[in-house]
Nanobody, 120 residues
Framework: QVNLVESGGGLVQPGGSLRLSCTGF????????MAWYRQGPGKKRDMVAR???????EYADDVKGRFTISTNNAKDTVNLAMNSLKPEDTAVYYC??????????????WGQGTQVTVSS
C-alpha cells in the first residue's frame, strides 16, 4: 500500500524558507522518479523539481538556485528545501513518485498536497 504523506507547508513571509517532506513510499518495489509539483490558483500543475533514478536532478527555471530537492540514503523520503520564497511560489505542492512493480509495470503515485502561502 502506497500512501504519500506530505508535511511542512504553511504561511511564510516573502524571503522566508520552508522545507517540505514526503514519506509513505517504502513499499514501492523500485522508485524511478521522485518529484515535487505545484498548482497555483487558476493554474495547471507544474513540475518544480525532479530526481530521476540514475539521471540528473531537474528544476523548473523559476526555482533554480532557491529550491533544493533531496532524498535520504534509504530513498524513502523526498524533501524540498525552499529558500527566498516569493508570493508567486504560493501554491499547493504535491509529492509525486514514479514507481516500478516487480513485473515491470509503471505506476504514478501522488500525495494529497500541502498548501504553501507566501505573503506579508
Amino acid at each position: 500500500q502506497v500512501n504519500l504523506v506530505e508535511s511542512g507547508g504553511g504561511l511564510v513571509q516573502p524571503g522566508g524558507s520552508l522545507r517540505l517532506s514526503c514519506t509513505g513510499f517504502r513499499s514501492v518495489f523500485s522508485v524511478a522518479t521522485m518529484a515535487w509539483y505545484r498548482q497555483g490558483p487558476g493554474k495547471k500543475r507544474d513540475m518544480v523539481a525532479r530526481i530521476n533514478s540514475g539521471g540528473p536532478i531537474e528544476y523548473a527555471d523559476d526555482v533554480k538556485g532557491r529550491f533544493t530537492i533531496s532524498t535520504n540514503n534509504a530513498k524513502d523520503t523526498v524533501n524540498l528545501a525552499m529558500n527566498s520564497l516569493k508570493p508567486e511560489d504560493t501554491a499547493v505542492y504535491y509529492c509525486y513518485i514514479g514507481g516500478i512493480s516487480r513485473i515491470g509495470a509503471y505506476y504514478d503515485y501522488w500525495g494529497q498536497g500541502t498548501q504553501v502561502t507566501v505573503s506579508s
